[in-house]
């Protein structure tokens, strides 16, 4: 049986659907990511999957449990970690990580060993109040108070926002151990780079579903050629490219823009002519692999609406 199990669930505030006839399936020991910009409505779907919200229509199962029937016996056997810090600022590293294992009845010292290697970089600090702790150890934290009374499945929604990048990468080591441990594990992320950190990812954009796969066979299906531009005037060089007869799409990535052309014929050369005639200098344009975000940015531009 799957670990998670989404069935046509669809939710909406008022006017405003949030998730619109999703339907996911999510194996045991899966480390799987929802990925999408804010708005996705992945805060939505995790909200219900952990028994905090109905459903509209549809219906969902977690561990075998329906998340409507039998939230009861289902919020003793999730792990949740929210995307805004929600620990007792006033109360010690130590003094939440006991709460919270009371709350489910167990203590630290039954199941210290789920969260040892975690806890380690915090016991220094055992003694401060959570409120004064970096971002970085926040989430170390949070995610010790999930796991500390050994849920089956995990779900942590956002935990690397406003994080800094170290922190980000040690916490995804960490998530990556747990899965190892064969802990089935669903995190949502607006950040494209990390969806390679999961075993598969689906792509979320205003409540629906872009794709379901592997990192790695979401991004085979970018088709087109993609090339990354530089130039000295970045805001001209943009509104140029995305004026250009040659140019499907265009957006910033980093310090280059990312261009996706219409034919596989436009060369190097064309693009650069192109732009000289605009009176750009010192341009830099070369070929490049498409990597995660390239894929979900065409993915969203083959589900907008035309005029």
């Not at 999408?36 to 779907?45: E, N, R, S, V």
């Not at 219900?48 to 016996?73: E, M, N, S």
């Not at 995804?172 to 390679?196: H, I």
Request: aromatic fraction near 10%.
């Amino acid at each position: 049986m799957d670990a998670i199990i989404i069935e046509n669930v669809s939710k909406s505030y008022g006017a405003i659907p949030a998730v619109s006839d999703v339907s996911l399936s999510i194996k045991p020991g899966e480390l799987f990511g929802l990925i999408g910009p804010d708005g996705a409505g992945k805060t939505t779907l995790f909200k219900i999957l952990v028994t905090l919200l109905l459903p509209d229509t549809g219906r969902a199962t977690v561990a075998g449990y329906d998340v409507v029937k039998d939230y009861k016996t289902l919020r003793k056997l999730v792990g949740y970690m929210p995307g805004r810090f929600s620990l007792y600022p006033d109360l010690s590293v130590q003094e939440n990580l006991a709460f919270f294992a009371t709350v489910f009845g167990t203590t630290i010292r039954q199941n210290y060993h789920l969260i040892q290697e975690i806890y380690a970089q915090l016991e220094p600090f055992k003694n401060r109040r959570a409120g004064q702790l970096s971002g970085g150890m926040k989430q170390k934290l949070a995610l010790c108070c999930a796991l500390i009374h050994k849920p089956d499945v995990l779900f942590l929604d956002e935990p690397t926002t406003g994080v800094d990048a170290v922190s980000r990468k040690e916490f995804w080591d960490m998530l990556r151990q747990l899965n190892e441990r064969g802990l089935t594990t669903l995190v949502s992320t607006p950040y494209m780079d990390e969806a390679s950190r999961c075993d598969r990812v689906a792509f979320m954009q205003t409540g629906t579903v872009l794709a379901v796969d592997t990192p790695l066979a979401i991004t085979r299906r970018f088709k087109k050629r993609l090339y990354a531009v530089r130039a000295a005037d970045t805001y001209s060089l943009i509104h140029d490219l995305r004026l250009a007869p040659f140019t499907e799409s265009c957006y910033a990535f980093g310090e280059f823009l990312h261009l996706t052309v219409k034919s596989a014929a436009v060369t190097e050369e064309q693009i650069g002519r192109y732009l000289r005639e605009k009176n750009h200098r010192t341009i830099e344009i070369h070929s490049i692999q498409p990597g995660i975000e390239d894929t979900f940015m065409a993915l969203m531009t083959q589900t907008q609406p035309t005029a």
